[in-house]
């Protein structure tokens, strides 16, 4: 299995990792039954809600990231830049993570920056194809 592959594996790994998190979390505010139920209304602070953020603005990387390694494989361009790109996204969405639960914003923006880099680094060779 190729690293960007790998990369994409442990990302997704991450992302579930965040849901269980933000669960456990939200577990601390509000009851069981009310987040088995619909959730209407349901309203986090703190740690819980910012876990539960941090989570969905992970979902919204993991499509884009996923997509680009997908079509680096298919197309057979992943190389050394693909490879670096990958491993940074996943090592500055882990950082992200625990910084943005944690509450640190501005350097939450920065290493979200940094991660955006690594998709670029995969997107590369696919805009220069």
């Known amino acids: 299995m190729t690293i960007e592959l790998t990369m994409l594996f442990w990302a997704t790994v991450l992302t579930f990792v965040q849901v269980v998190v ?76 625990v910084i943005y639960v944690v509450g640190v914003p501005w350097l939450r923006t920065g290493i979200w920056s940094i991660a955006v880099i690594g998709m670029v680094m995969v997107a590369w060779p696919i805009v220069s194809a």
Do not use: C
């Not at 505010?29 to 209304?41: C, I, K, T, W, Y």
């Not at 876990?51 to 603005?57: E, G, L």
């Open 22 to 97: 933000a669960v456990m979390l939200a577990n601390t505010q509000v009851s069981l039954p009310e987040l088995a139920g619909n959730r209407e209304g349901l309203s986090l602070s703190g740690m819980a809600g910012r876990a539960k953020r941090a989570h969905a603005n992970m979902l919204e990387s993991l499509v884009l990231f996923a997509v680009l390694i997908v079509v680096v494989q298919i197309a057979g361009l992943n190389n050394d830049l693909t490879a670096l790109g990958a491993q940074i996204f996943v090592i500055a969405r882990l950082i992200y993570a």
